[in-house]
Nanobody, 125 residues
Framework: VQLQAFGGGLVQPGGSLKLSCRAS????????IGWFRQVPGKEREGISC????????FTQYSLSDRFTISRDNANNTVYLQVYRMKPEDSAIYYC?????????????WGTGTLWGQGTQVTVSS
């Protein structure tokens, strides 16, 4: 499985951004894809994940009003739409792959989670 995240960049406070994560070498029905972010010196933070097979999702409650996850099964791609961005949203955003039931466990990542490279997001004026 290979995961490729892209779409990061510089965004002004209050702006929006859409990140993409494309999965290759995987049978979509066998995985869920999740989005996480990490600031240097801090633990990786889970944001949201979605099952390719049934579309079930989980999003951290504190982020659910601004972060929306969606999928495109035809292109093996998962998107993360972020609205009303804040400077504290600045981080490296990673996508990960795990079991089809990942959303049911709150997208907790572990040793079995497969990671793609991150994409830098900076929110600044």
């Amino acid at each position: 499985v290979q995961l490729q995240a892209f779409g990061g960049g510089l965004v002004q406070p209050g702006g929006s951004l859409k990140l993409s994560c494309r999965a290759s070498g995987v049978t979509p029905s066998s995985v869920s894809i999740g989005w996480f972010r990490q600031v240097p010196g801090k633990e990786r933070e889970g944001i949201s994940c979605i099952s390719f097979s049934d579309g079930s999702t989980f999003t951290q409650y504190s982020l659910s009003d601004r972060f929306t996850i969606s999928r495109d099964n035809a292109n093996n791609t998962v998107y993360l739409q972020v609205y009303r961005m804040k400077p504290e949203d600045s981080a490296i955003y990673y996508c990960g792959a795990d079991s089809p039931r990942w959303p049911r466990s709150g997208c907790r990542w572990g040793t079995g989670t497969l990671w793609g490279q991150g994409t830098q997001v900076t929110v600044s004026s």
